[in-house]
């Protein structure tokens, strides 16, 4: 079955909101989770996807990651340390980013901070996240085009200045 590149985007997106609601929550010893701050390093860290096997199984899992590499040789996606861990990095992808973590802290989770976790035991944890969860697609149901061909037009206007 042919995937073309916007659905596949798409399902990049929606998967890369998936670990946004899961890895802006820190787990810590004794049951305790705190909202990561808001920093380049915990976005790339909340935002990476590592699992190409997640995103869909229409295409191949080979195929998946020439496809990725293309979409990264492009400039549509970042890396993070190895090929088959990458995410958008996009001005969207940093506003759901932020969302979740406000929507974390509206929660009563604390935020840690640069000294040393301050965390807290947090009830039904597993509910919180899937309530962010469906909170972040309600607010970014569409991964937005512009943003992602936009990366790809400024990487080729870079390369084409540099030549």
């Given at each position: 079955m042919k995937l073309y590149d916007e659905p596949l985007l798409q399902l990049i997106?929606?998967?890369?909101?998936?670990?946004?609601?899961?890895?802006?929550?820190h787990h810590y010893v004794g049951g305790e989770y705190a909202v990561c701050g808001d920093t380049e390093f915990n976005f790339n860290l909340a935002s990476y996807i590592a699992q190409r096997v997640r995103i869909t199984d229409i295409i191949s899992s080979h195929q998946l990651?020439?496809?990725?590499?293309?979409?990264?040789?492009?400039?549509m996606l970042a890396y993070v340390g190895r090929p088959y861990q990458f995410f958008f990095p996009t001005e969207q992808a940093r506003?759901?980013?932020?969302?979740?973590?406000q929507f974390y802290l509206n929660q009563g989770v604390?935020?840690?901070?640069?000294?040393?976790?301050?965390?807290?035991?947090?009830?039904?944890?597993?509910?919180?996240?899937?309530?962010?969860?469906?909170?972040?697609?309600?607010?970014?149901?569409l991964?937005?085009?512009?943003?992602?061909?936009?990366?790809?037009?400024?990487?080729?206007?870079k390369e084409k200045a540099a030549a």
């Open positions: 997106f929606e998967r890369q909101l998936v670990e946004i609601a899961n890895r802006t929550l990651l020439s496809r990725l590499k293309r979409f990264h040789e492009r400039g506003q759901a980013f932020r969302f979740a973590r604390p935020e840690s901070n640069g000294n040393g976790p301050i965390s807290a035991k947090v009830g039904n944890i597993a509910a919180l996240r899937e309530d962010c969860l469906q909170a972040l697609r309600e607010r970014f149901p991964v937005s085009y512009d943003q992602v061909y936009g990366l790809a037009k400024h990487k080729a206007m």
